[in-house]
């Protein structure tokens, strides 16, 4: 049986399958290096990076398995000279993302943490607290894969104009296909579900959120390297857009600037975090390494 090294946590049931399977787990072992000596499948969320550096401490890997949707934080093309294959989870967290950004999208409308952390220090501040709607938004979609097209299946409940910004998407009769400028422009909301590459690192700078409404608000559960943060920063500070909520940094654990301000909603990472994308990783995660045997 093949040698497991689980590198990030992973659902406590996934774990057990994992050990019945193979037998030779090592769950998150404190010395690392020492378990990838003899290692042939490699398993890693998005806190792990697999670089060159990594992978020349597995000499027998065969398989780096990313529980999880992107693949920015593995080195494709080290992996590809050694015959390692790649492959990830792009189905199981889809629901959970989208879900979260809705509500991201609302907490931020409503001032729902505001809200909370001033009456539980006995503070009623309802009429400071006046919100928004999302009916009736246009909200402007950068990135239009699963996650993306969840988002825009979930928005039409609430009675959102949906537009969109992703060089692969043909509109339809209910969604336009827009330039990003006309998005950032237009949008009361702009939602981010581009991947990591080259092309789409800060895609979002100084420039483009100058093109943005007063009134607007941006929301990043995609990957923290899509925006400027410092641009992002001083736009939120002067009140140039009108708030962000963020769930993905550039550098995790996040403590950064953004902290200080009261017009960003943040969360630690929490996309694909709810017991049922943490099951339903595990499953396709599972299935996928029985398949290459």
């Keep these: 049986m093949a040698r497991v090294v689980i590198a990030d946590k992973l659902d406590a049931e996934t774990v057990v399958e994992l050990k019945m399977r193979y037998g030779s787990v090592a769950d998150m072992p404190s010395e690392i290096d020492k378990e990838l000596a003899d290692a042939e499948i490699l398993i890693v969320r998005s806190r792990t ?15 780096v398995a990313r529980a999880g949707v992107g693949l920015d934080n593995i080195d494709l093309e080290e992996c590809g000279g050694r015959g390692i294959k790649v492959l990830n989870t ?16 609302i907490s931020l409308l409503r001032q729902i943490p505001r809200a909370d952390s001033s009456l539980k220090q006995k ?29 825009a299946e979930r928005l039409r409940a609430f009675g959102c104009k949906i537009i969109v910004y992703s060089p692969h998407f043909k509109e339809t009769d209910e969604i336009k296909s827009v330039p990003l400028e006309e998005l950032l422009r237009n949008s009361d909301v702009v939602t981010l579900h581009a991947p990591l590459n080259e092309t789409t690192r800060g895609m979002i700078g100084k420039q483009q959120i100058e093109m943005m409404k007063p ?34 940094y550039p550098a995790e ?32 995660l ?3 390494l029985e398949k290459i045997g």
């Design 90 to 105: 792009p189905d199981a967290s889809t629901i959970a993302v989208a879900e979260l950004t809705i509500g991201l999208m």
């Design 215 to 248: 009134s607007a608000v941006i929301i990043n559960t995609a990957r923290g390297q899509l925006i400027d943060e410092d641009a992002l920063y001083d736009a939120l500070k002067s009140r140039r857009i009108a708030g962000a909520a963020i769930d993905v």
């Design 49 to 63: 990076r697999v670089t060159k550096e990594l992978l020349a401490k597995a000499p027998r890997l065969k398989v």
């Design 123 to 151: 503070r009623w501040e309802k009429e400071s607290l006046v919100g928004r709607e999302l009916y009736g938004k246009t909200v402007g979609i950068v990135g239009f894969g699963r996650v993306g097209s969840a988002v």
């Design 286 to 288: 599972i299935e996928k």
């Design 253 to 284: 654990p996040y403590s950064g600037k953004l902290c200080e301000l009261e017009n960003v909603v943040l969360t630690p990472h929490l996309g694909g975090s709810t017991t049922e994308g943490q099951e339903r990783i595990g499953k396709e």
